[in-house]
């Protein structure tokens, strides 16, 4: 029992000595580690404001920042362990490398997913920072992209995070890529008014309007002979990026105009009407 233990004693002091005598080089090889991800950091920093001030794209900057940014910290890891006499292990690790990523990348599917999706997205926009957006059942501008997820601000004035898998699997609309956007709606005539004249007085309306386009013509058609009513669908363009004309307040604009001024030339606006027989018994 007492060989054991003095066996056990020897061990533990060979490997106090080998401690300590390796110990200037880990401290050395943790300093150029810590040094050197501080100054990966800074660099990325750097690197994202150049990068971006010539592509004038977030989302390519952040994946040509995070790419430079990897490289740079597997090699500095290299020199660490190369500082501490471990060549064969990094050459272990670097053998190994491909198996380890198969590893994580089945362990982190979605994530993985989604900043492939990112990559993707880089290279073939279908949307920029300022576009409205709709996706999954949410609508918004574009405030915010990066390789992992996309931030939209709703039209209420939620925040919501989309991943970026998410935007690749769905159907996206884009309500401003070319910056223009066609809106209607439905008004309901009296069958005893004048159709045609109501159609002229609201096209008049809507070529005078300031902020609805010329080209392509705004129209107003009949859209459907309802049972009470003869339904008119008024169409009409406009540009997205003209903050003079917000689209909301432009339909509500033209919309009033259209009401008011059809009530002044006596047109009746009916409401559904039910019919309610009585059956004498």
Known sequence: MSGQLENINQILQ???NNFYNSLPAILFALGIFIIGLFII???KTVAFKMIDKKSKDPL???FLVNVIALVLTIFLLVISLSILGLGEITDKILAGAGITTFIIGFALKDIGENFLSGIIMAFKRP?????????????GKVTNMSLRETLIKTLDGKEVFIPNGLIAKNGLVNYTLDDLLRTEFVIGLDYNDNTEEALQMIESILQNEEGVLKNPEPFAVIDELATS?????VSYWYMTNDIKVPGVRLKSNIMLKVFKS???KGFGLPSDIVEVKMLEK
């Open 14 to 16: 060979e490997s106090w």
């Open 41 to 43: 950091r800074k660099l």
């Open 127 to 139: 949307f920029r920072i300022g576009d409205l957006i709709e996706i999954d059942g949410f609508k």
């Open 229 to 233: 009513t003869v339904n008119v669908r």
């Open 262 to 264: 059809l009530l002044d």
């Open 60 to 62: 390519v900057s952040d």
